[in-house]
T-cell receptor, first 114, second 113 residues
Framework: AQSVAQPEDQVNVAEGNPLTVKCTYSVSGNPYLFWYVQYPNRGLQFLLK??????LVKGSYGFEAEFNKSQTSFHLKKPSALVSDSALYFC????????????FGQGTTLQVKP | DTGVSQDPRHKITKRGQNVTFRCDPI?????LYWYRQTLGQGPEFLTYFQNEAQLEKSRLLSDRFSAERPKGSFSTLEIQRTEQGDSAMYLC???????????FGQGTRLTVV
């Protein structure tokens, strides 16, 4: 079965420090991986995706993610966190079918303190 | 139109009533998805349309749930005889091709009292 795990319910970092939000996945075949961010009472905003190519993917708002096939991971990173980055982050994997539907992790709350 | 639009944003209903939500996808997107998100959880897939055809439904979508996408444009999600367990955020998303990212609307928050 295909699945996504985000092992941390919450990540706390100080403003200006680097941040990492972890994601591991389990899929059959080649993985298509996504990161979304959700602010309170809002829908999900797309940050970045890995389909193929370079293992380091750059996305919106200075975020990047590193695809690691051997560790089946797709961790989200940012070199210098901002207070405004505080939000709920979801990792997702596309199911290997023609529908394009996504399976989401349970989410990680990022808290950036001044 | 710069994004996916959902209406209403909030709905409070009494148990046993029927509710209907509307989603207007990005105009050139032929793929449309409905997801449900409960507190503290990630979104869960409910159903998928390609143009007007409903091609997949989750087992989460009980007989009380029905979705349509007439003419391959907007979509509606109806819940009949609502139950308290239906309380959740209902998210709509659309995309163009299978490997592209899906764009989400702001969701409809349903509260069943």
């Amino acid at each position: 079965a295909q699945s996504v795990a985000q092992p941390e319910d919450q990540v706390n970092v100080a403003e200006g420090n680097p941040l990492t939000v972890k994601c591991t996945y389990s899929v059959s075949g080649n993985p298509y991986l996504f990161w979304y961010v959700q602010y309170p009472n809002r829908g999900l905003q797309f940050l970045l995706k890995y389909i193929t190519g370079d293992n380091l993917v750059k996305g919106s708002y200075g975020f990047e993610a590193e695809f690691n096939k051997s560790q089946t991971s797709f961790h989200l990173k940012k070199p210098s966190a901002l207070v405004s980055d505080s939000a709920l982050y979801f990792c997702a994997v596309r199911v290997t079918s023609n529908t394009g539907k996504l399976i989401f992790g349970q989410g990680t709350t990022l808290q950036v303190k001044p | 139109d710069t994004g996916v639009s959902q209406d209403p944003r909030h709905k409070i209903t009494k148990r046993g009533q029927n509710v209907t939500f509307r989603c207007d996808p990005i105009s050139e997107h032929n793929r449309l998805y409905w997801y449900r998100q409960t507190l503290g959880q990630g979104p869960e897939f409910l159903t998928y349309f390609q143009n007007e055809a409903q091609l997949e439904k989750s087992r989460l979508l009980s007989d009380r749930f029905s979705a349509e996408r007439p003419k391959g444009s907007f979509s509606t999600l109806e819940i009949q005889r609502t139950e308290q367990g239906d309380s959740a955020m209902y998210l709509c998303a659309s995309s163009t091709r299978v490997n592209t990212e899906a764009f989400f609307g702001q969701g409809t928050r349903l509260t069943v009292v």
